[in-house]
């Protein structure tokens, strides 16, 4: 079974940091760009990043850009997002996809073999 798992969210204060992590079991991810987004209650799914398989094709949100950093380990099949410098609207929960057809953007619809999420809450 295709299968993607977030880990890392937990509870921080603001201007902290946390790793996520994006473990895929069932299938191999090397050859798929995979996403990174978060949803906050009320509010639209958001593409926060992606990186291309290659990890040549690198992106992100403007309002994570400067504090959050995409990397992926092919030989782990993990895909991690590093993200520093919290801030209160950081807060979300965070799920990562697979784009097997190279779309290489942020936009959900493009996005297949979604995760059941981490929670990331940024509180003082």
């Known amino acids: 079974q295709l299968q993607l798992v977030e880990s890392g969210g937990d509870l921080v204060q603001p201007g902290g940091s946390l790793r996520l992590s994006c473990a895929a079991s069932g299938f191999t991810i090397g050859h798929m760009t995979i996403g990174w987004f978060r949803q906050a209650p009320g509010k639209e799914r958001e593409g926060v990043s992606y990186?291309?398989?290659?990890?040549?094709?690198?992106n992100y949100v403007e309002s994570v850009k400067g504090r959050f950093t995409i990397s992926r380990e092919n030989a782990k099949n993990t895909v991690y997002l590093q993200m520093n410098s919290l801030k209160l609207e950081d807060t979300a929960m965070y799920y990562c996809?697979?784009?097997?057809?190279?779309?290489?953007?942020?936009?959900?619809?493009?996005?297949?073999?979604w995760g059941q999420g981490t929670q990331v809450t940024v509180s003082s």
């Open positions: 996809a697979a784009d097997p057809l190279g779309y290489n953007g942020l936009r959900p619809g493009y996005y297949t073999s």
């Open positions: 990186i291309s398989s290659t990890g040549d094709k690198i």
